[in-house]
């Protein structure tokens, strides 16, 4: 079994990338929304991704691992995953991408939850407690906030969208850690998500009436990027990186992708920040860097 080494520049500089994508792909949601339902275009986008999957599990000679029993998990974290993307979608309708992406990647504290009561050797420490402490504040700090006039007095409920597909995202992460999908291949459970998402999120989008396509430059560019970039391109990279280094040092610095998020929503959007939110942000995003980053921190402290 391959030792992953200490992150160094390159990890830093692919890291940065994946969470500007990361952070992005909200805005892109939210800026082709005129044009194509962010439901549908999440279907679609998890289409398209399941299709580049099964051609590089063909190129690799990959074969589907036939566990007994793993079409269970295997059902439920494509549920999950779809369940968490029809509440991104649906939640953008209501609230802002900067406010989607900072609720939604409260997922790390969720899942720290659930693997903690299930697995004896993802116990929670007291750095990690306190993180979640914190967190938790921000979330209700970022809810205090007043509500924008542009999303007609239901921002928080987009908002509360986004933290439930936190859970959603997280209950995926702790189903595929506590069952035998841990035994599989990491490409077969990304599979098993992007074929649930595309089944339940089409049909989601055909029953609310939001089954449309406008093939405006825009639409397409953010379907392209959903696809190729974010659903399939960052997923291998960050497989690679997992793969190479120590997986607590890179996780640690996904923290970058709320505040690019932010960043994103406001310059080219020109989505309002409460002060509020800004300082539920900034408490969330030290709380995840606590959680996923206790052990770094702590070696860094000892030095």
């Not at 890291?15 to 439901?39: H, S």
């Not at 029809?86 to 900067?98: F, K, M, N, P, Q």
């Not at 969208?161 to 077969?188: D, F, K, M």
């Not at 990304?190 to 093939?215: D, E, I, M, N, R």
């Amino acid at each position: 079994m391959q030792v992953g080494k200490p992150v160094d520049g390159r990890a830093v500089g692919l890291m940065t990338v994946l969470c500007a994508i990361w952070g992005f792909q909200q805005v892109t949601l939210k800026a082709a929304a005129p044009d194509v339902a962010p439901v549908f275009q999440l279907a679609l986008r998890s289409a398209g991704a399941a299709v580049l999957v099964l051609l590089l599990m063909y190129f690799r000679r990959e074969r589907p691992t036939a566990l007994p029993g793993l079409w269970r998990p295997g059902l439920a974290v494509g549920v999950l995953f779809a369940l968490e993307f029809l509440l991104v979608g649906e939640g953008l309708r209501h609230t802002t991408a900067s406010h989607m992406v900072v609720f939604l990647y409260t997922a790390p504290i969720f899942a720290a939850l659930g693997l903690h009561y299930f697995l004896p050797h993802e116990r929670l420490n007291r750095l990690q407690w306190l993180g979640i402490l914190i967190a938790f504040g921000g979330t209700a700090a970022a809810f205090s906030g007043k509500l924008a006039e542009s999303t007609g007095g239901y921002q928080w409920f987009g908002d509360l969208l986004g933290v439930l597909g936190a859970i959603a995202w997280a209950a995926t992460t702790v189903t595929a850690r506590c069952t035998r999908l841990a035994q599989t291949s990491a490409t077969q459970v990304l599979l098993y998500q992007l074929v649930g998402a595309f089944v339940l999120l089409l049909a989601a989008s055909l029953l609310t009436g939001q089954a449309y396509f406008k093939p405006t430059p825009v639409a397409i560019a953010s379907l392209v990027f959903q696809v190729l970039v974010v659903s399939f391109g960052s997923f291998l990279i960050w497989f690679w990186l997992l793969g190479h280094y120590l997986a607590s040092r890179v996780g640690v610095l996904s923290f970058m992708t709320p505040l690019f998020g932010v960043v994103f929503g406001v310059v080219l959007l020109g989505e309002p920040l409460e002060p509020a939110f800004i300082v539920g942000a900034a408490l969330v995003m030290t709380g995840i860097l606590l959680v996923s980053g206790h052990g770094y921190l702590k070696r860094l402290g000892r030095r």
